[in-house]
């Protein structure tokens, strides 16, 4: 069936930069967009990015405007976000999910998304 794997994750200081990976299995990455969003403990998760089919189009949430870039790879069947200039807020469980509508201006609606990755721990702290 359907698998989304995200790893990356880890402890960084703030100011520091990760690189977080989601690697689809099972189906064609190249058919569908995909997003980030992320869970803080006692938080609603929240939308960080999504990108379209070939990478022509992106999103992203307001707080990480400027410090996230998310790109793909359709022939490593691999989506990325690169996280520069982190901070303690940014702390959380970060995952990807398939999309059927190509992004768009509601994209950042959890409940759109059938499939989802099991999540990879970021923590920023000194």
């Known amino acids: 069936q359907v698998q989304l794997v995200e790893s990356g994750g880890g402890l960084v200081q703030p100011g520091g930069s990760l690189r977080l990976s989601c690697a689809a299995s099972r189906f064609t990455l190249g058919y569908y967009s995909i997003a980030w969003f992320r869970q803080a403990p006692g938080k609603e998760r929240e939308g960080v990015s999504c990108?379209?089919?070939?990478?022509?189009?992106?999103y992203y949430a307001d707080s990480v405007k400027g410090r996230f870039t998310i790109s793909r790879d359709n022939a490593k069947s691999t989506v990325y976000l690169q996280m520069n200039s982190l901070k303690p807020e940014d702390t959380a469980v970060y995952y990807c999910?398939?999309?059927?509508?190509?992004?768009?201006?509601?994209?950042?609606?959890?409940?759109?998304?059938?499939?989802w990755g099991q999540g990879t721990q970021v923590t920023v702290s000194s």
């Open positions: 999910a398939r999309d059927s509508l190509g992004c768009g201006n509601s994209w950042y609606y959890v409940t759109r998304y059938d499939y």
């Open positions: 990108i379209t089919i070939s990478g022509g189009s992106t």
